[in-house]
């Protein structure tokens, strides 16, 4: 069997970003719109008023200062509050494949790699442009790929989810080379309107390349030393969009069809499932926790990566050991883990041992051990 190692990554930002008090100050203005149309059913007590959401709130609760998103205007427009994306004919690229192939070339250029090395692409992520065809094939064509692309949706935990299959194909020599693109537009699917929710999430892609390590050209080669992935049933994140909503009777309500997620709870039940995987990922491989040089964890809540980190090594981490961007990005799903590894692992010395863990809704939770060469 080959040693796999990832030996490029990429990363597409959108140019417009929204800061919290931008934020708020839509909701806010929606909240006061809100509770005046509703004033007699709210002192009637038939409705309930809407609180207003604050900065304070937002950056104590998750540590999240801003987003970016791929339509600023429409999301902070009080009337719409969504992005507003152009439609797109069936000639043309989607959103998302776009997204995913500027982040894939520059996960290509930074192997030393082209098209013609890849064989195999996974686009792994929350969200696709549409049931059929797959958006990792519309990826392979406008990249030119020969070879094959299936799609994987494990929601957040996405990017570990296809290396692991990336890392399993290159061992097994199913392909040369593997692409995992993890394009996400959340902000398509977040309800705006909700306090609980609105300030989460923000729009991004993101690229890997996996290949067999023996034949790599980058100078930046990290060996795969093992992934380990798990998943447990949860409705604590949902989603109810899907295929047959326009079939269901009754009809369900527009915010049905967003993400929802009792936050609280999420918190509470994912972070002993992600540090007890951890533990026994890393203990499985004979490797202390403490000499992990860094984690790039999943980024959602500030608050809830301390804790994993505590817990896996039983002390406080560094700002260096476990490197945040969710201050800046919010929640991008799938890519969060691999924007924080694209942007801080420059510093990695060779023998560096580090740790890509990502989870979200399912719940699922994978984790892939690497060592820098
Ligand atoms: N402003 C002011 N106050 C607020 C606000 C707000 N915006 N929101 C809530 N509050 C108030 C509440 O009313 C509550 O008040 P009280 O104490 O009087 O009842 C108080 O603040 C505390 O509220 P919470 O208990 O909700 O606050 P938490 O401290 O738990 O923080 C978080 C909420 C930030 C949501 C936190 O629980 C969290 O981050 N949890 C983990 C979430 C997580 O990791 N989720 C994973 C989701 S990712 C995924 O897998 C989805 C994939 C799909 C992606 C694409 C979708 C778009």
Redesign the pocket.
């Given at each position: 069997m080959k040693t796999a190692a990832i030996t490029g990554t990429g990363l597409f930002t959108p140019q417009q970003s929204i800061s919290n008090d931008e934020l708020v100050a839509c909701f806010n203005r929606y909240v006061e719109r809100f509770n005046a149309d509703n004033a007699t059913a709210i002192a009637a007590g038939e409705m309930t008023a809407m609180?207003?959401?604050?900065s304070e709130?937002?950056v104590k609760?998750?540590g999240i200062k801003a987003r970016y998103v791929v339509d600023k205007a429409g999301v902070l427009d009080v009337d719409i509050m969504r992005p507003r994306i152009p439609m797109r004919g069936n000639d043309e690229l989607s959103l998302l494949a776009e997204m995913g192939v500027a982040a894939a070339n520059q996960a290509l250029a930074s192997a030393g790699r082209t098209a013609a090395d890849v064989d195999f692409v996974i686009a792994a992520c929350?969200?696709m442009p549409r049931g059929y065809p797959a958006l990792s094939v519309e990826i392979q064509n406008a990249l030119g790929i020969q070879g094959f692309a299936y799609d994987m949706n494990v929601?957040?935990?996405s990017a570990a989810f296809g290396i692991q299959a990336a890392v399993n194909a290159v061992r097994l020599g199913t392909a040369r080379a593997v692409l995992v693109i993890n394009p996400?537009v959340?902000?398509?699917?977040?309800n705006w309107r909700n306090?609980?929710?609105?300030?989460?999430?923000g729009d991004a892609a993101t690229a890997v390349l996996v290949e067999p390590l023996d034949s790599a050209v980058s100078d930046d080669r990290f060996e795969v030393l093992g992934t380990r992935l798990a998943t447990q049933f949860s409705n604590n994140?949902r989603?109810n969009f899907g295929f047959l909503n326009e079939c269901e009777v009754p009809q369900r309500r527009w915010d049905d069809v967003?993400?929802r997620?009792e936050?609280?709870k999420?918190?509470k039940e994912?972070v002993p499932m992600v540090s007890e995987l951890l533990i026994a990922h890393l203990g499985a491989l004979a490797i202390e926790p403490n000499s992990v040089r860094r984690f790039f964890l999943h980024q959602?809540?500030l608050?809830?990566n301390e804790f994993i980190a505590r817990k896996v090594l039983g002390r406080d981490p560094s700002a260096e050991e476990a490197p945040v961007i969710l201050d800046e990005y919010a929640?991008t799903?799938s890519a969060g883990s691999v924007i924080a590894f694209h942007k801080y692992h420059d510093d990695l010395r060779s023998g560096d041992v580090a740790v890509l863990c990502a989870?979200?809704?399912?719940y699922s939770a994978g984790s892939v051990v690497m060592r820098r060469i």
């Open positions: 609180a207003p959401s604050s709130f937002i609760a998750s929350s969200n929601a957040c935990a996400e959340c902000s398509g699917h977040l306090r609980d929710c609105h300030f989460i999430f994140i989603n967003l993400f997620q936050g609280r999420v918190f994912v959602a809540n608050g809830m929640n799903s989870f979200g809704a399912g």
